[in-house]
């Protein structure tokens, strides 16, 4: 199950589960406190029972003054137990105490409580699975669709990978007749239609060889060369605070990973805006003057997307190529002032 399936999979269960236990556990609390009062009502009718013969091992018996005019079968709480006072037909002024120990009266909820206990862990997990089970199926439509769509996607980018091939190799022998402006333009355009071919090979990432020697610095200066043709009134500079970096990483993940933040950082930018690389020990940060996010929390959200343009995918890609490389990525945005990106190594 994919990260956003398991969000929506515990949010649908959660949404389900939690009202429900609510309401079980209202309807348990009510029948726990009717229950304990049919017990002491049961024992009240013992008592009863109890002075016409005195035959039982539970009751302790005592005589007192009725000096306070008790309430007769009725039961109390007394520092006993349960108490409950019954008329002397031979003695007026004399009453029957009859009393119910509280060690027995303890024994008698304690064995209550647990087959309560018992019961309501039955009862919250059959609803927990059926929350699950809900939830299971509420989502089985938006996971085909999704499925779906991207399926969709890989066919259409897969087909547009084809021309996009070929216009970049006539683009190529067209600029050995003459280097002119319109031919690089299209180079350029083609150029980029691949780069969203290359995002979809990425969509879902499992594993990812990282046994190779990377150079950062020279994939920034193929990106920001690339970036400057295609974004020629934004101007990206890059400052060193180390000689190089060099990791132990994939060279293809990589490129995708800052393809995706420098080719945002451009084109989410204001006119004549500016892009701020710099490349320091262990850490990278790609600063734009842009129109800002509002939402960053959701930034990482496959399809997520702020504007009409783009696909929504290529933070969620560079998120999961992050996570499998081991490289913690931090973003902060301020709307119309710009977004900082910093990738640790």
């Avoid at 119309?336 to 640790?344: A, H, I, P, Q, R």
Wanted: aromatic residues 12%.
């Amino acid at each position: 199950m994919k990260k956003y399936e398991r969000k929506s999979f515990l949010t649908t269960t959660l949404l389900f589960f939690i009202p429900l236990s609510l309401f079980a556990s209202l309807v348990l609390y009510m029948y726990y406190e009717d229950k304990i009062k049919d017990m002491e009502e049961n024992i009240l009718y013992q008592m009863k029972d109890y002075t016409f013969d005195f035959k039982s091992k539970h009751f302790i018996l005592d005589v007192i003054e009725n000096k306070e005019d008790k309430k007769l079968f009725k039961i109390y709480h007394c520092k006993e137990g349960l108490c409950a006072y019954f008329k002397m037909s031979t003695a007026a002024p004399y009453l029957l105490k009859v009393i119910y120990e509280q060690k027995n009266l303890e024994k008698k909820h304690s064995v209550f409580f647990i087959k309560m206990i018992k019961f309501s862990l039955l009862l919250f997990s059959s609803l927990l699975f059926f929350s699950m089970a809900f939830a299971y199926y509420s989502m089985k439509p938006m996971k085909e669709a999704l499925s779906f769509l991207e399926e969709f996607l890989k066919d259409l980018i897969h087909d547009l990978n084809t021309p996009a091939t070929s216009i970049l190799l006539n683009a190529k022998l067209l600029k050995r007749r003459g280097d002119f402006e319109e031919i690089e333009r299209i180079e350029l355009a083609a150029k980029t239609i691949a780069s969203l071919y290359k995002n979809l090979e990425f969509i879902s990432p499992h594993s990812i060889d990282k046994n190779e020697q990377v150079n950062l610095d020279d994939i920034i200066k193929e990106k920001v060369s690339l970036f400057e043709k295609l974004y020629p009134k934004i101007k990206i500079q890059i400052k060193y605070n180390t000689s190089e970096l060099i990791i132990q990483s994939n060279k293809i993940a990589m490129q995708r990973i800052f393809d995706n933040i420098i080719s945002n950082a451009c084109k989410y930018n204001v006119k004549n805006g500016e892009v701020h690389i710099l490349i320091e020990e262990n850490k990278i940060s790609i600063q734009d003057s842009g129109i800002g996010i509002k939402n960053v929390k959701k930034v990482f959200e496959r399809y997520y997307k702020e504007n009409e343009t783009g696909l929504g995918i290529g933070m969620s890609i560079v998120k999961q190529l992050c996570a499998i490389l081991k490289i913690r990525i931090l973003i902060s945005s301020e709307i119309n002032s710009g977004t900082k990106v910093e990738l640790l190594f």
